[in-house]
């Protein structure tokens, strides 16, 4: 099983360039899409923070192995580096939708209230 893994020179039949390709796109259109919808929704920048970098990032570094397993580059194309590259793809999307689910109505509910019911009373100090 090591040596399957920690092969430095795979194979070069691998027939899911397309496949990763379109997936490796997609997580970075979704970072970027994600991106833009923060600046216009401070609930959701309060919510997922970091998701986006991460899935542009992610989209990034899957494209950039395949073009390593593509061109056959010893140590850089191994299946090792690829099975962590999907575990921390699937981490990062499985954090942003449990982010989103978990924090998205509680920051919604909190930025739209009215102005009184956010401060609560306010005290002063100045005597009348």
Same mark, same amino acid.
């Given at each position: 099983m090591s040596s399957y893994l920690f092969t430095p020179i795979p194979g070069s039949h691998f027939e899911y360039y397309t496949a990763f390709?379109?997936?490796?796109?997609a997580l970075f259109l979704a970072g970027f899409i994600l991106n833009r919808m923060m600046t216009k929704n401070k609930a959701?920048?309060?919510s997922i923070k970091n998701t986006p970098k991460l899935l542009t990032w992610s989209g990034i570094l899957?494209?950039?192995f395949l073009a390593f397993r593509y061109e056959r580059i010893p140590y850089f194309s191994? =299946?090792?580096i690829f099975f962590v590259l999907l575990a921390l793809i699937a981490l $990062?999307?499985? =954090?942003?939708?449990?982010?989103?689910?978990?924090?998205?109505k509680?920051? $919604?509910q909190y930025i739209h209230r009215p102005e009184s019911t956010t401060r609560g009373a306010i005290y002063s100090t100045k005597k009348k």
């Open positions: 390709l379109i997936a490796a796109a959701l920048k309060k899957l494209a950039l191994m =299946r090792f $990062a999307v499985v =954090r942003g939708i449990y982010l989103y689910v978990k924090r998205y509680k920051e $919604a």
